[in-house]
């Protein structure tokens, strides 16, 4: 399949802005994903992003897309110890029978008090 | 986790012997998934189901066979557990196997092979 790839890891002090970057192979790729993982928990959409828009705000976050470099990124503002998670960038892919989801290996985000 | 359970969570298991792994939903989605998440991988698919008795194989899917005899159950067998197979397992499920496939996910079945 095609890849995803992030950086691993993240820090930040609560209050700045996070930003995980993301970049993707497929350029037929239509949707783009992040989603959250909390530690022992399974992962929750954060927000998706249409490949013809350039960006989309949903309160705090901002995705902001890139096709021509297959950038994506998630700007996280006013970052709270919540927010501390893993964070996945994803592609919908056209398998045999579906679109199928690949993944990023993920951006452990860390937020300091 | 919009109605999708794993089961077990936690499973120790011996090399060797045959593991099954169930997901269940109450949502009536068309499709679902097995994931596998390992540190350095990220989340890597197994297989996948499109339909009751439809399926397909995903990236990483040697030594691992799937069921699906219900929309609502998918099941993941190990025939013969190996130590490369210690991982966390997450199953997911959609709605419509189309270009926008938000998908949702279960806790995750975390396996230990010995």
């Known amino acids: 399949g095609e890849d995803v790839e992030q950086s691993l890891f993240l820090s930040v002090r609560e209050g700045d802005s996070s930003v995980i970057n993301c970049t993707y192979t497929?350029?037929?790729?239509?949707?783009l994903y992040w989603y959250k993982q909390e530690p022992g928990a399974g992962l929750q959409l954060l927000t998706y992003?249409?490949?013809?828009?350039d960006m989309k705000q949903d309160q705090r976050l901002t995705v902001l897309l890139n096709k021509k470099d297959k950038h994506l990124s998630l700007r996280i503002a006013d970052t709270q110890t919540g927010d501390s998670a893993i964070y996945f960038c994803a592609e919908s892919q056209r398998g045999a029978g579906s679109y199928q989801l690949t993944f990023g290996k993920g951006t452990k985000l860390s937020v300091i008090p | 986790d919009a109605g999708i359970t794993q089961s077990p969570r936690h499973k120790v298991t011996e090399t060797g012997t045959p593991v099954t792994l169930r997901c269940h939903q109450t949502e009536n989605h068309r499709y679902m998934y097995w994931y596998r998440q390992d540190p350095g991988h990220g989340l890597r698919l197994i297989h996948y189901?499109?339909?009751?008795?439809?399926?397909d194989k995903g990236e990483v899917s040697d030594g691992y066979s799937v069921s699906r005899s219900k929309t609502e159950d998918f099941l993941l067998t190990l025939e013969s557990a190996t130590s490369s197979q210690t991982s966390v397992y997450f199953c997911?499920?959609?709605?419509?196997?189309?270009?926008?496939?938000?998908?949702?996910f279960g806790q995750g079945t975390r396996l230990t092979v010995v």
């Open positions: 992003i249409f490949s013809n828009m």
């Open positions: 189901s499109y339909g009751v008795k439809d399926t």
């Open positions: 497929d350029s037929s790729s239509t949707y």
């Open positions: 997911a499920a959609s709605r419509a196997g189309q270009m926008n496939t938000e998908a949702f």
